[in-house]
């Protein structure tokens, strides 16, 4: 059964505390993204990473923290220097192959990180 | 700056209408163009790709392009209570695999 898969479903934080976001894909796909979701807002970027061991930032980085270690995974972990961490985190993936439209992203569950 | 603009709605539609679901973006070299539906709560899924001007048909949904315009659209036809969820506007600004740029979406709801 392929597709992408995060953990935690529901995250909690106190105060000053790291927590590590789970993103793992069985598609194949060498392409991995990180969003964040605020109520009532679009998707922006904080990461993504095109092959292994290779990431980039994306619009809102800081504060966050990812690794590529394998292809089919991608976590991504809250630091204490982000200051309103609460949101829905998003995880996608895409086939990154130098064929043309081949861009097509497909979005795992999401992770809510609350703040306690 | 690339943009992507949507109207954030509420479009309200009666059950069995046609929603029509709109799209601007800046950057004229965009050539891959997304919709996705997300449902309050859950994470968005992907509804429709276009990459063509004109029309591209699957099932109840129409996606519609104008390159020349800049504008990229959404029909719904025949208009279901399940169709009542956010619709996210998604566009590629360069050739190749880089992240999309998405739109902030427009809430459509749709009345039995």
């Known amino acids: 059964d392929g597709g992408i898969t995060q953990s935690p479903k529901y995250l909690f934080r106190k105060e000053g505390q790291n927590v590590t976001l789970s993103c793992e894909q069985n598609?194949?796909?060498?392409?991995m993204y990180w969003y964040r979701q605020d109520p009532g807002q679009g998707l922006r970027l904080i990461y993504y990473?095109?092959?292994?061991?290779?990431?980039q930032k994306g619009d809102i980085a800081e504060g966050y923290s990812v690794s590529r270690e394998k292809k089919e995974s991608f976590p991504l972990t809250v630091t204490s220097a982000q200051k309103n961490p609460t949101a829905f985190y998003l995880c996608?993936?895409?086939?990154?192959?130098?064929?043309?439209?081949?861009?097509?992203?497909?979005f795992g569950p999401g992770t809510r990180l609350l703040v306690l | 700056q690339k943009e992507v603009e949507q109207n954030s709605g509420p479009l309200s539609v009666p059950e069995g209408a046609i929603a029509s679901l709109n799209c601007t973006y800046s950057?004229?070299?965009?050539?891959?163009f997304f919709w996705y539906r997300q449902y309050s709560g859950k994470s968005p899924e992907l509804i429709m790709s276009?990459?063509?001007?004109g029309d591209k048909e699957d099932g109840r949904f129409t996606a519609q392009l104008n390159k020349a315009s800049q504008y990229v659209s959404l029909l719904i036809r025949d208009s279901q209570p399940s169709d009542s969820a956010t619709y996210l506007c998604?566009?590629?600004?360069?050739?190749?695999?880089?992240?999309?740029?998405f739109g902030k979406g427009t809430r459509l709801s749709v009345i039995a």
């Open positions: 996608a993936s895409s086939i990154a192959s130098r064929a043309p439209y081949q861009e097509t992203q497909y």
């Open positions: 598609l194949n796909h060498d392409a």
């Open positions: 990473s095109q092959i292994v061991n290779d990431f």
């Open positions: 950057d004229r070299g965009s050539q891959s």
């Open positions: 276009i990459y063509s001007n």
């Open positions: 998604a566009v590629n600004p360069y050739s190749g695999n880089t992240p999309l740029v």
